[in-house]
């Protein structure tokens, strides 16, 4: 799938929408940490994170409309890839859409590889990934007793 969706660098004014969309149910439920954070906490790390070069958070949009985040991390593995569509546009394709749009932005950043960590019973991430040319590559789990599987995309 070619990438149909522009997108953005999220800038301070975002700080608000990126902990709404954080912060909101599903998506803590899909986290590794399902707790959350405090609002002047996610402030604080959302500065720190808007300096880090090795750090990147785009906001995909559908015209004028933000519908959903992708989150790129370099780590020694990779990019270690994130995504979260808008909870008002979940169930509409833009996550299959995003994935093959960060497919692209990480070439253009030269990774060699991006790593997914899923949470097993989320059904709905693991079509899409895998629509994506993600392939399954291990498990682990957490002591909470929640498995999550790990996938890769070659570049
Ligand atoms: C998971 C998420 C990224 C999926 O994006 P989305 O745009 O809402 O995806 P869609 O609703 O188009 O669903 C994708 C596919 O999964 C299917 N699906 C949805 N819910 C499902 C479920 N519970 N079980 C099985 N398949 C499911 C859809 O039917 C669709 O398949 P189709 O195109 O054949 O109909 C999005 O819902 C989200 O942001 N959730 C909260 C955060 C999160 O889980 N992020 C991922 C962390 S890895």
């Not at 790390?45 to 933000?66: C, N, T």
């Amino acid at each position: 799938m070619n990438c149909v969706l522009d997108h953005r660098k999220v800038d301070s004014n975002d700080v608000r929408m990126v902990f709404d969309w954080s912060m909101d149910e599903a998506t803590r439920e899909n986290s590794l940490n399902t707790s959350g954070f405090a609002y002047e906490e996610h402030q604080k790390w959302f500065e720190r994170k808007l300096k880090d070069p090795e750090y990147h958070i785009l906001i995909y949009m559908d015209g004028e409309v933000p519908v959903g985040m992708l989150r790129i991390e370099r780590t020694s593995e990779g990019g270690l890839i994130s995504i979260a569509v808008s909870p008002d546009h979940r169930g509409k394709g833009y996550g299959e859409k995003m994935l093959a749009c960060a497919s692209q932005f990480a070439n253009d950043l030269k990774y060699q590889k991006l790593v997914a960590q899923i949470w097993s019973e989320n059904k709905a991430s693991i079509q899409i990934f895998e629509r994506n040319a993600y392939e399954f590559e291990s498990e682990f789990e957490l002591e909470d007793g929640r498995t999550f599987k790990q996938y890769i995309r070659k570049l």
